[in-house]
């Protein structure tokens, strides 16, 4: 299924996206698509009945804005420098274990909402990354099974950093990952049973038109499964929790001087296959 979120910043409604391209209401059903309902194996039953019977109504999505696919997000764990060629282009290391940051919930907007460029930002940087979306509680998991059991689906994320912020302030790296708008969700909420293999999705990313990103979860360091039981060990994930996996090579800071970082009036899209598309126009915080 692909469930998303329609309408006004927080007010949005649930809804689902069919099999034909048309979006369907599902506030009729469920109050929201979160933790709750992503726990709720009978209530997802009923979901899948409803739109297998054509009995959900039509929304006309004209003039409709599509908000984050999960609502009341608990904490979204991030995984940092989880591709190869991204770790090549930035001249480190591979990690030896995943590298974990956190990002803060009130981070997340839609996927075509306005991001902000924090005030004396010079160094604003893309990232498209492939979130994974929990929907058991997972604590201390064993296996890979155990991990892609605790899986609700996936959503394509935009991690915008701030490089400056993030490496030459000082302290941790959340000054440059936590900033007004700097996590776009969605557009869907992707149910683990359509995404057979997590590793073979392609990533790619624009800015003003010319891709900038192209890249594969093949090249991830530590694979979904691996992250996910990882991650685990040192918290406990609830449903609707959210993990970012990292972002290919094509990053501006890995690019060669004058670094292409983001101004106002430049215009991001990004995409992951079968996980829908954002696009992002930025202005000035």
Known sequence: MKLLRVGTVGAERPALLDET?????????????????????????RIRAAAAS??????DAAGLRTGPPVGRIGKIVCIGLNYHDHAR?????????????????????????????????????????????IGRTARYLESDEQALAAVAGYAVAHDVSERAFQIERGGQWDKGK???TFNPLGPWLVTADEVPD??????????????????????QIFPVAEVVRYVSHFMTLYPGDVINTGTPAGVAMGRPEPKPYLRAGDVVELEIDGLGRQRQELKDA
């Open 89 to 133: 282009e930035t001249g480190a290391a591979p990690p030896e274990e995943p590298i974990i940051f956190m990002k803060a919930p009130d981070t997340v907007v839609g996927p075509d909402d306005t991001v902000l460029v924090p005030r004396g930002s010079l160094k604003t940087d893309w990232e498209v990354e492939l979130a994974v979306v």
């Open 198 to 219: 997590p590793q073979a999705l392609g990533v790619r990313l624009w800015v003003n038109g010319e891709l900038k990103q192209d890249g594969t979860t093949a090249e």
């Open 21 to 45: 391209g048309v979006l369907r209401d599902l506030s009729g059903l469920v109050p929201d698509i979160d933790g709750a309902l992503l726990a709720d194996d009978g209530k997802l039953a």
């Open 54 to 59: 054509g009995e959900l109504p039509e929304l």
């Open 178 to 180: 936590n900033c007004e």
